[in-house]
Nanobody, 115 residues
Framework: QVQLVESGGGLVQPGGSLRLSCTAS????????MGWYRQTPGKQRELVAT???????NYADSAKGRFTISRDNAKKTVYLQMNNLKPEDTAVYYC?????????WGQGTQVTVSS
């Protein structure tokens, strides 16, 4: 069983920044592929960004140029730096271990972008 604990959400004004963190249990975090997803009421959960063990990252079009996913294997943590936030970024953000199987989800952290 792997536990993922997100933190760093909150209320921010449009144009502001937040950094989300997701810390994992387990002893082999370095091989995990991780992702950040988000969900708003009534909509399906959508991919924001992913990062594989070697550090290669991929982003949804909505995140490109504004968000950066990174990882610190020593801290067993994956980050999502979000800049120039927009009201449409408001959502619950979840981290996920996508590899190896089985996949695991964190509990989510709320991000609200509002003036």
């Amino acid at each position: 069983q792997v536990q993922l604990v997100e933190s760093g959400g909150g209320l921010v004004q449009p144009g502001g920044s937040l950094r989300l963190s997701c810390t994992a249990s387990g002893s082999i975090f370095s091989i995990y592929s991780m992702g950040w997803y988000r969900q708003t009421p009534g909509k399906q959960r959508e991919l924001v960004a992913t990062i594989i063990s070697g550090g290669t990252a991929n982003y949804a079009d909505s995140a490109k140029g504004r968000f950066t996913i990174s990882r610190d294997n020593a801290k067993k943590t994956v980050y999502l730096q979000m800049n120039n936030l927009k009201p449409e970024d408001t959502a619950v953000y979840y981290c996920k271990r996508t590899y190896p199987l089985p996949q695991y989800w964190g509990q989510g952290t709320q991000v609200t972008v509002s003036s």
